[in-house]
């Protein structure tokens, strides 16, 4: 057979098709090889599983000797999927700023994506039509401009926070928790301020939160190792039940929030909140009723543990650093005075005050790798490949104290380098120019939608706690016994190690002026 092929007139053009083929798959078994020569350097692990001991641990990935030992980029890979560590700011702006358009997909969670959320939850959503259409609805409500709106719900919640800690010093993280969720429900629906973290509302929340992070954490869902185990039907899989169920009953309590802001509007009452805007506004952004409670809902599960956890870690930084302290209580001295406490109006002469924002961002960590984004197609960077689907994970804490961008003291916490000799804001300490003097915010297209909101929120809390306390570390207490680099694992982010200090009033009026400014807000 062979040989008459061979001998006949087709034979010749049957054996150039052939070694074309075999060019063709050599070619590309060439170009693929070269392609993963290429990879970013990192640890190569074991054939077939890869590198899963380093590729599940955080701290071993985040670890600034990481950037000793491979540089600027780092890939790795487990089972098959990748991970890229990105250890300079000059590169994450590279790649999740400049090259946006295929750096912004999340990493896909069958249970936790496709079936307890039907991807609905924003921050996790992929990069996809859903994704756009909320990005656009929210970005209307939480810009720079529109968050003023909130300004008195977030005066009002700054004053119960001093208040609170001046009552019960020691409850901090129930104070600043409390705190974060009742502006966001307050916010996204006119609720009244949240009095306890027992109110029915505050633990359904913090249950959907708690639930959807274990479903994510590697190793608790086998099928998001072997995507086929999807198949299996429900009548067996009790993974699926569950996450039906809850996925039905997160839509309800979602779906119940709006409604109640949609009742009141329809009975003439209209406040201004996010989901306000989302029902006014209906037809320009073109969301289903679900779509709109979910994307509603998601704001609170994004917003409140950050802020709380950003709180925290503040509070730890004004102890560290008591120059820092009373720096701050002279400027609030100064502009502000002794008969009132601040209002959102006195910001901006408080220059200190809103560096400090900036200075705790960026000194804080608070999500170490933010939120991973995942590449969509395959690059090439500065002759590394990355091939599509890879995980990208921005080390915030390196990139953050990068000391080509932040100097040498890069470590300490100074709000003053953010400001000019005299005293006034710098606009831009970040290689890309962007304003903030970090990137704690995250990147690109999925950077942080109520970074607004957050900056808000943040500055009149240091404002009016700083105006009404003086934080002080106990009696006996050495200096430098505080532990400024342990994290502690949180639902969503790393809050510090507990710490001791003590939270004094700085004049005896202080409570009956917060008092009496609290009731122009009730
Ligand atoms: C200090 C407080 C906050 C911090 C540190 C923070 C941080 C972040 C980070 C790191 C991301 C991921 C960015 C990326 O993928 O590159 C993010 C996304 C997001 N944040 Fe925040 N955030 C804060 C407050 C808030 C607040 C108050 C809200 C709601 C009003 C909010 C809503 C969101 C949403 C919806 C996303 C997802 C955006 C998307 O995927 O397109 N965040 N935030």
């Known amino acids: 057979m062979v040989t008459w092929i061979l001998g006949s007139d087709n034979s010749f053009h049957l054996l150039a098709v052939v070694t074309l083929l075999g060019a063709i798959c050599w070619f590309i078994t060439y170009l693929s090889k070269r392609s993963y020569r290429n990879l970013p350097p990192g640890p190569k692990g074991l054939p077939f599983i890869g590198d899963v001991r380093h590729a599940v641990d955080p701290i071993w990935l985040a ?12 890939y790795t890979s487990t089972l098959g999927q990748g991970i890229l560590v990105i250890n300079s700011q000059r590169v994450a702006i590279d790649l999740l700023e400049k090259r946006s358009n295929i750096y912004s997909d999340r990493q896909r969670f069958i249970s936790a994506g496709d079936y307890m959320t039907e991807n609905l939850s924003f921050t996790l959503t992929p990069y996809d039509d859903v994704w756009r259409r909320f990005r656009r ?57 949240t009095q306890s973290e027992d ?12 639930r959807l992070l274990h479903e994510m954490e590697p190793g608790v869902r086998l099928v998001e190792f072997f ?50 805007s989302l029902i006014k506004n209906q037809s320009k952004h073109n969301l289903s009723e679900r779509e709109r409670a979910w994307l509603a809902g998601d704001m609170l599960a994004a917003g409140t543990e950050t802020t709380s956890t950003t709180l925290h870690w503040w509070l730890l930084a004004i102890l560290v650093y008591p120059d820092v302290q009373a720096r701050a209580h002279a400027e609030l001295d100064e502009i502000v005075g002794y008969a009132r406490p601040p209002t959102f109006s006195d910001l901006p002469s408080l220059p200190y005050i809103r560096a400090m924002v900036k200075e705790t961002l960026r000194w804080a960590v608070i999500a170490p790798f933010a939120v991973p984004h995942v590449s969509t197609t395959d690059d090439w960077y500065e002759g590394m490949y990355i091939p599509k689907g890879t995980i990208c994970l921005p080390n915030i804490k390196v990139l953050n104290s990068d000391p080509n961008v932040f100097g040498k003291d890069a470590e300490r916490f100074d709000p003053a380098r953010h400001l000019n000799k005299k005293g006034e804001e710098v606009k831009a300490v970040m290689m890309d120019g962007r304003e903030e003097g970090h990137v704690t915010f995250g990147f690109g297209r999925r950077l942080c939608v109520g970074k607004h909101l957050a900056e ?11 105006w009404a306390m003086k934080f002080e570390r106990p ?25 001791e200090y003590k939270a004094l009033p700085r ?13 122009l807000y009730q």
Do not use: C
């Open 507 to 519: 004049f005896p009026e202080a409570v009956a002026l917060l008092k009496e400014a609290l009731e």
């Open 63 to 74: 670890s600034p000797e990481r950037k000793n030992e491979y540089g600027e980029l780092m």
């Open 227 to 276: 995507p086929w185990l999807r198949y299996i039907p429900s009548r067996f899989t009790q993974w699926k039940q569950n996450a039906r169920f809850y996925y039905n009953h997160d839509s309800l309590m979602f779906e119940g929030l709006v409604k109640k802001v949609a009742d009141d509007l329809a009975n003439g009452i209209d406040q201004p909140s996010f989901s306000a």
């Open 456 to 466: 808000g929120t943040l500055a009149i809390d240091f404002a009016t706690m700083l």
């Open 475 to 499: 009696e006996g207490a050495v200096k430098g016994e505080l532990d400024v680099h342990t994290l502690v694992r949180s639902s969503l982010t790393t809050r510090p190690a507990p710490f």
């Open 137 to 193: 609805a929210s970005m209307d409500s939480f810009s720079k401009s529109a968050v003023s709106r909130f300004y008195p719900i977030q005066n009002r919640e700054a004053i119960m926070l001093t208040l609170g800690f001046m009552k019960s010093p020691s409850a901090l993280q129930k104070h600043f928790e409390r705190h974060a969720l009742s502006i966001l429900l307050s916010v996204n629906y006119h609720h009244p301020p």
């Open 199 to 210: 109110d029915p509302i505050v633990v359904a929340l913090a249950n959907h939160v708690r």
